[in-house]
């Protein structure tokens, strides 16, 4: 499976994005999808997630703000960002994997956010 991922910009505080990750190379209904982010010297860390049955898990520090949606048919993922914040900045990544097996990750895309 090879993931792109595309959306990320330049936004002002309180504003939105959408990120978008398209997965080519096999269907992925069955994977579990998420995004991950890292920023300047922190480690990468988890975002949010939607599991292949519908449920969504969300990082403290998006909840709220952050929407993580699928849509099986066209092998794409979706962060919907709004109320960004400067802390926000950082390379998103997306992913997709079933533990144990299978473990897929896009490219990144860098998101912005000025105070």
């Known amino acids: 499976v090879q993931l792109q991922a595309s959306g990320g910009g330049l936004v002002q505080a309180g504003g939105s994005l959408k990120l978008t990750c398209l997965a080519s190379?096999?269907?992925?209904?069955?994977?579990?999808t998420g995004w991950f982010r890292q920023a300047p010297g922190k480690e990468r860390e988890f975002v949010a997630s939607?599991?292949?049955?519908?449920?969504?898990s969300y990082a403290d520090s998006v909840k709220g703000r952050f929407t993580i949606s699928r849509d099986n048919a066209k092998n794409t993922v979706y962060l919907q960002m709004n109320s960004l914040k400067p802390e926000d900045t950082a390379v998103y990544y997306c992913?997709?994997?079933?533990?144990?097996?299978?473990?897929?990750w896009g490219q990144g895309t860098l998101v912005t956010v000025s105070s």
């Open positions: 939607k599991w292949s049955g519908g449920r969504t």
């Open positions: 190379g096999r269907t992925f209904s069955s994977l579990t």
């Open positions: 992913r997709a994997w079933v533990a144990g097996a299978y473990d897929y």
